[in-house]
């Protein structure tokens, strides 16, 4: 159970590293209006949480072989297949759910350097 956990972690993770590259790579491109910056950073978060959201709420009724989690672990959960179904789900519902709590954050972070580059 462990080891799903945490592919399944690793494989939401990476690829937020990929979004987080491409915010990244946008705001560094608009660093010459900083204001701009932040808040373009805070607007593509804000996608990217929403995003997040929409694969949580599909994460239960997702078919568990059409996961990365599924690759990842050789098609072997060591479970039956209903049973991995709602276990992964779950799993993946619950993971999604806080990356995109934790999206929110950046973007409110971002909005609030915006909001203070604006007023300076």
């Known amino acids: 159970m462990d080891r799903i ?27 010459y209006q900083p204001a701009l910056c932040f808040q373009s950073g805070a607007i593509l978060a ?7 959201v929409f694969k949580a ?20 959960f060591g ?7 709602a276990f992964v789900g779950g799993v993946l519902r619950q993971l999604y759910t806080r ?3 934790i999206a929110v954050g950046f973007a409110a972070f971002f909005w609030l350097v915006s909001v203070i580059l604006r007023l300076a």
């Not at 945490?6 to 590293?17: K, M, Q």
């Not at 804000?46 to 997040?52: D, R």
């Not at 479970?79 to 179904?85: N, W, Y």
């Open 5 to 31: 956990e945490r592919l399944a972690e690793l494989s939401i993770l990476r690829a937020l590293g990929f979004v987080a590259l491409a915010i990244a790579t946008v705001m560094v491109g608009l660093s």
């Open 46 to 52: 804000l996608m990217t949480a929403a995003v997040l």
């Open 57 to 76: 709420w599909e994460a239960p009724q997702r078919d568990v072989k059409r996961t990365e989690v599924y690759i990842l672990v050789d098609g072997d």
């Open 79 to 85: 479970m039956s297949r209903e049973r991995a179904q």
């Open 99 to 101: 990356f995109a709590q």
